[in-house]
């Protein structure tokens, strides 16, 4: 596969990845849990979180959770929208974004 999906760009994105949350988010063991819920407070930037309404990654309710406990998080829900945001509703999502960036950008 080519292009966005291929495996040397996938690979690319998680190379920074704390092991133990990648592999917990797989086994959901008694360590795997512990280390998902301790990830959220080692993140020291800011974040925006888009939370899908349908298909999402997140179960009901987990988005508002885990932005409880970000210290400078940003979370824009997308009702009826599934797991690719920014494919299908574009303009929204430059719309959330877009802020984001300036802001982050002029800090």
């Given at each position: 596969?080519?292009g966005?999906?291929?495996?040397?760009?996938?690979?690319?994105?998680?190379?920074?990845?704390?092991?133990?949350?990648?592999?917990?988010?797989?086994?959901?063991?008694?360590?795997?849990?512990?280390?998902?819920?301790?990830?959220?407070?080692?993140?020291?930037?800011?974040?925006?979180?888009?939370?899908?309404?349908?298909?999402?990654a997140?179960?009901?309710?987990?988005?508002?959770?885990?932005a409880?406990?970000?210290?400078d998080?940003?979370?824009?829900?997308?009702?009826?929208?599934?797991?690719?945001?920014?494919?299908?509703?574009?303009?929204?999502?430059?719309?959330?974004?877009?802020?984001?960036?300036?802001?982050?950008?002029?800090?």
């Amino acid at each position: 596969m080519r292009g966005f999906y291929s495996a040397e760009r996938l690979a690319s994105y998680y190379k920074d990845a704390d092991v133990s949350v990648v592999d917990a988010l797989f086994t959901r063991d008694e360590g795997g849990r512990a280390a998902i819920a301790a990830a959220p407070s080692q993140v020291k930037c800011p974040v925006l979180l888009l939370a899908a309404g349908t298909g999402s990654a997140l179960a009901d309710g987990e988005a508002d959770r885990l932005a409880a406990q970000l210290s400078d998080v940003k979370l824009v829900k997308f009702p009826g929208v599934g797991h690719r945001i920014h494919g299908l509703r574009p303009e929204p999502f430059l719309e959330a974004l877009e802020p984001f960036l300036r802001r982050v950008r002029s800090a």
